[in-house]
Nanobody
Framework: QLQLVESGGGLVQPGGSLRLSCAAS????????IGWFRQAPGKEREGVSC????????YYGDSVKGRFTISRDNAKNTVYLQMNSLKPEDTGVYYC????????????????????WGQGTQVTVSS
């Protein structure tokens, strides 16, 4: 059973930066798609960014392209989301998500086909 533990959320001013971390344990890193979803108040959960261990592919939602960067440290089995130029509309609960599958990163982020969820971490962008 894969377990995901997030950290790094908090309160930041518009234009600021945060880095989220997701540590995965209890499973292999092979065929692992891992990424981040977020849910703002009153809105549906959306895929923000995903990365695949199959082909190294990454996916970014249109609203975060050019501002967010996803990366992974295989030795630590940890995925990071570096968030720069944060906007108030980036506010929400950010969830680490994963599943084992032989497809590219985009599929999980776009379809929401997630098998494992973290507990979520709050990100608030406000002055």
């Amino acid at each position: 059973q894969l377990q995901l533990v997030e950290s790094g959320g908090g309160l930041v001013q518009p234009g600021g930066s945060l880095r989220l971390s997701c540590a995965a344990s209890g499973g292999s890193s092979r065929f692992l798609i891992i990424g981040w979803f977020r849910q703002a108040p009153g809105k549906e959960r959306e895929g923000v960014s995903c990365i695949s261990s199959n082909d190294g592919s990454t996916y970014y939602g249109d609203s975060v392209k050019g501002r967010f960067t996803i990366s992974r440290d295989n030795a630590k089995n940890t995925v990071y989301l570096q968030m720069n130029s944060l906007k108030p509309e980036d506010t929400g609960v950010y969830y680490c998500a994963a599943r084992f599958a032989a497809y590219a990163a985009q599929h999980m982020c776009v379809t929401g086909d997630v098998r494992y969820w973290g507990q979520g971490t709050q990100v608030t962008v406000s002055s």
